[in-house]
């Protein structure tokens, strides 16, 4: 069994800033391509960024030159630093592993608001 469990959501001011952790553990062998996604209220989920085994990143649009995304093969752990919040960003943003299926983490609320 796989468990993934994000950290880092909270409530921050436009303009600040904040870092989401994504652990997964259990039975791991080896992860292929993690990643990101949000959902805002009333609207469907986007993907954020993601990252391939190798390092290779993809970003939406609307986080380029803000949002960075990197992990850490030997924790299992990917991350996502958000620079320069905006209002816009607010949504619970979920993270995903990828191994012979995808797991999903539980979600972490985003509030950007002054």
């Known amino acids: 069994q796989v468990q993934v469990a994000e950290s880092g959501g909270g409530l921050v001011q436009p303009g600040g800033s904040l870092r989401l952790s994504c652990a997964a553990s259990?039975?791991?062998?080896?992860?292929?391509?993690m990643g990101w996604y949000r959902q805002a209220p009333g609207k469907q989920r986007e993907l954020v960024a993601d990252?391939?085994?190798?390092?290779?990143?993809n970003y939406a649009d609307s986080v380029k030159g803000r949002f960075t995304i990197s992990r850490d093969n030997a924790k299992n752990t990917v991350y996502l630093q958000m620079n320069s919040l905006k209002p816009e960003d607010t949504a619970v943003y979920y993270c995903?592993?990828?191994?012979?299926?995808?797991?999903w983490g539980q979600g972490t609320q985003v509030t950007v608001s002054s």
């Open positions: 990252i391939g085994r190798f390092g290779s990143t």
């Open positions: 995903y592993i990828d191994l012979a299926k995808s797991y």
């Open positions: 259990g039975s791991i062998f080896s992860i292929y391509g």
